[in-house]
């Protein structure tokens, strides 16, 4: 049978990725390039029986997916820009709390106001750092439509698994761009759902780590009560500030993804095995890289492109190695300077490193990145 | 029969980090009576709280307990209930986490009238931080932040709910205990969003700054303070002056929010 198709804009196939993921609650506040995945999600929701909400500010859009979140929904934001910085807050909540959500940012110019229609991809480094004490990040960067939708669903399996937030990042040209895509069929994608708790009420503790690094979390409401906090705690869920406990806590959630990278890693590499230049692009402007390796092939020159789909965790093994193969590494990217000093970091520069920086609301082209190519040859 | 409050205390999380003398104490019997009245259900029951020492109540009682970040419990609360609407939600937090940092949340959450019970604890001043004034802090008053007096005018945290849409709005004071949980199990009873504003101390941040020179002394200026709505209407302004009305101050029937949103959902499904 035909899959049914549509010509979708990114936000929007971001909003139907989440519904496929099932997600059954949205808290937001509208903001440009963002407010297509709330418009989607305002409509379709109470078609299947969820909620959409449009909250008083971002802080509280965080908040009320959070809440929803501990009733066992799977739960959606999306903002842009000072929406973002707003959410950090509560991302630190949703981190400690070990709250399961997803979301989306689709990256505008800034600081501040910045560039309400502006793409950037500005907020690499914010979705690792944003929020404030050391935390596990996850944060994804699809390129197409298409992508956007599966990505989409990729992060509330990854919220689910780990009990953290996720971040997808989109930009303002992914998000507003239209471009066809299949809806895949129910089961076409896999869709995970919350580990439930299987020990007796008296017994459950919401952050017993006795079975591994991720506790299962039961849902407010059911015969399961406990105590969430966001300060540090012990298995209980109650408060302390016994060194011991709070330094495994600490330890123990980083330790969610450093343990699991393989399994939320995920890139793209096109022409690489040869590759003497690799270029290392996400997101949109990993669409013009991808153009400027065909012309350079075409020219002769051995070039390749390393496209990291998770931006957080970075692949940090993987791009090491392909710096062992490359006489150089091209990191084209909308803001000053930021995925780049991932790279430079874990390759340890052992091959020249340049990066194309753009941040004037254009993005690169394929003919900037091939120029800068040839330059670094 | 003396009513058994360790029915609803979590074991093993006593003493509480309250001082000798705070009201808070006694705001949180008053509430675990009038969830006794109404008979809530333990599993089927979310407290939800900001930061503060009042928003460290819910540690101590054996329900779905939320201790949030500071302000946001009104907006927390609002996604719990949203999404399993059968839940009965209940937010506490002092006046500096609701009015202050909190206070869009709280008028919002007035405005969409959503069915929840909201007991804010009036000490008139921030007191996990030690005594930095707040918008309910009197003029004039001191603080650690008005070193001469406090130059700020207050929030009337009644007027502000019903201002805000609110549809039940109650005072009393920590003084007036059986109050309390009268006035929270009317307000967990009715449907929509209720505002139980109790006034209480803070001895040790308040208190010694503003020569109370003791408990027992602030327990008396609540008590002398307080007007039970009927009485003043017979007074006078100038027999007002200075006191705060207390009882049931407002109380309106108009659709609730996750009803409304029931709504929406029958729109969309083409009801
Ligand atoms: C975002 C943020 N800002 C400031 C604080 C510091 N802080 C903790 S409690 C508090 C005031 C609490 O006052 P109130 O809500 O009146 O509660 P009380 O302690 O008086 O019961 C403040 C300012 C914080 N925890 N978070
Ligand atoms: S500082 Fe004030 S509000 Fe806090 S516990 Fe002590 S008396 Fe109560
Ligand atoms: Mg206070």
Known sequence: MAKKVALLQGNEACAYG???????????????????????????????????????????AMASILGASLTGAKALTASSGPGISLKQELIGYACIAEIPCVIVNVMRGGPSTGMP??????DVMQAKW???????????????????????VRAFNLAEIYRMPVQVLLDEINGHMRERIEFPEPGDLEVVDRQQATVSPADYKPFDDSQGDIPPLASFGSEYRYHVTGLNKAADG????????????QRRQLRKI???????????EYLIDDAEVIVVAYGTISRSARYAVDVLRKEGIKAGLFRPITLWPF???????LAGQAKAIVVPEMNLGQLILEVERVTRRVCPIEGIGRVDGEPITPAQIVAKVKEVL | MAFDYEQYLRPGKLPHIWCPGCGHGIVMKGLLRAIDTCGLEKNNTAI?????????????VDFNTLHTAHGRAAAFATGIKMAKPEMDVLVVGGDGDGVAIGGNHFIHACRRNIDMTYVLLNNYIYGMTGGQFSPCTPTWAKASTTPYGNPDPIFDVPKLAIGAGATFVARTTAF???QIDKLIAAGLRHKGMAVIEVLDDCPTAYGRRNKFRSVVDMMKRLKEIAVPVKAAAHMTPEQLEGKVLTGILHQEERPEYCEQYQQVIARAQGA
């Not at chain 1, 692949?315 to 190695?321: L, S, V």
């Not at chain 2, 939800?48 to 101590?60: H, T």
């Open chain 1, 117 to 122: 229609t502006g793409p950037s991809q500005s």
């Open chain 1, 238 to 249: 109650f408060p302390t500030s016994k060194p011991e406990l709070v330094d495994a806590e």
């Open chain 2, 48 to 60: 939800v709280s900001g930061i503060g020492c009042a928003s460290r109540l819910p540690g101590y």
């Open chain 1, 130 to 152: 944003g929020t404030h004490g050391d935390h596990p990040a996850i944060a994804l960067a699809p390129a197409s439509c298409q992508e956007i939708f599966s990505e989409t």
């Open chain 2, 176 to 178: 007036h205990a059986t």
């Open chain 1, 315 to 321: 692949p940090e093994q993987r791009m090491a190695e």
């Open chain 1, 258 to 268: 450093e343990a699991n990278r393989a399994a939320i890693e995920k890139n793209e």
């Open chain 1, 18 to 60: 989440a519904l496929y993921a099932g997600c059954s609650f949205f808290g937001g506040y509208p903001i440009t390039p963002s407010t297509e995945v709330a418009e989607v999600m305002s409509k379709e929701l109470p078609k299947t029986g969820g909620k959409f909400i449009q909250m008083e500010d971002e802080i509280a």
